[in-house]
């Protein structure tokens, strides 16, 4: 049986759907691209990953494997447990974005192993370690039911963005709650609360006022992760709302 081979349009594409991943990946170290591979066993590193399929002008499956150092962190944040699908995610669609307009599952976290040798099974499959000058610290690895053909692999490339330059994507090591910096957080802000029956909440009609247990003009409270950091005063920002901070809340305050 011949063993696979990565075309050239593979290789082009491969590289920028890496570097574009990389510029937004948060991670402990400054990595680089390394030469796309052929996924399999030894391809794997220890941490987590994060799989998703994605369709339009492309179709096909990104994963991201990150390291351990990165899912501990997201697990031991001042802000609580962070979830590693979100923090990957930018990571996600940048890469498959360089093969032109697409939509992106949800993703889900697998363990290396299973994920890379899920992706290795089907053909035309890359690949791609990123790396410091020590070690491979994460991994990028694509598949696409159809790449594009290699008779103008540059001109492929274009039509993904472009061949981009090869830089780090951060400056120095990084570690603990720094790498966490450029991970994107879903912040959310609460007026008040109250406890209602089912009877009650089933007896709710357009109209109807639910009295919450804050009193008018009190500040509303910024929570990240459902957790309080901060409370401040209901503003109007371009027709927006909008909140100014008035209080910044100590962990364990709250």
């Given at each position: ?201 089933l007896s709710l009609t357009p109209g109807a ?46």
């Amino acid at each position: 049986m011949t063993a696979p081979t990565i075309t050239a349009p593979q290789l082009i594409l491969a590289r920028n759907a890496a570097d574009a991943a990389l510029a937004v990946l948060p991670t402990s170290r400054a990595l680089v691209a390394g030469d796309p591979v052929v996924p399999d066993a030894g391809t794997v590193i220890e941490g987590q990953a994060v799989t998703a399929r994605f369709s339009g002008a492309a179709s096909g499956e990104v994963v991201v494997v990150v390291g351990q150092d990165l899912a501990d962190a997201l697990k031991e944040s001042p802000l609580g447990e962070l979830d590693l699908t979100a923090a990957v995610r930018p990571a996600l669609e940048a890469a498959s974005r360089v093969f032109g307009p697409v939509v992106l599952d949800p993703g889900q976290v697998m363990e290396p192993e299973v994920a890379i040798s899920a992706l290795a099974a089907k053909a035309g499959s890359v690949a791609i370690p990123l790396r410091d000058d020590e070690d491979v610290r994460a991994v990028l690895a694509l598949s696409l039911s159809t790449w594009p053909g290699e008779e103008d692999p540059l001109a492929a490339a274009a039509a993904g963005g472009g061949v981009a330059q090869r830089t780090p994507a951060a400056v120095g090591r990084r570690g603990g709650l720094d790498m966490l910096h450029d991970v994107e957080m879903e912040v959310s802000a609460e007026l008040g609360r109250t406890r209602m029956s089912v009877r009650e909440l089933l007896s709710l009609t357009p109209g109807a006022i639910v009295e919450l247990d804050r009193a008018a003009g009190s500040p509303a409270d910024l929570l990240v992760n459902g957790r309080l950091i901060a409370r401040g005063e209901v503003v109007v920002v371009d027709e927006n709302f909008g909140i100014r901070i008035t209080e910044i809340v100590s962990p364990g305050a709250e």
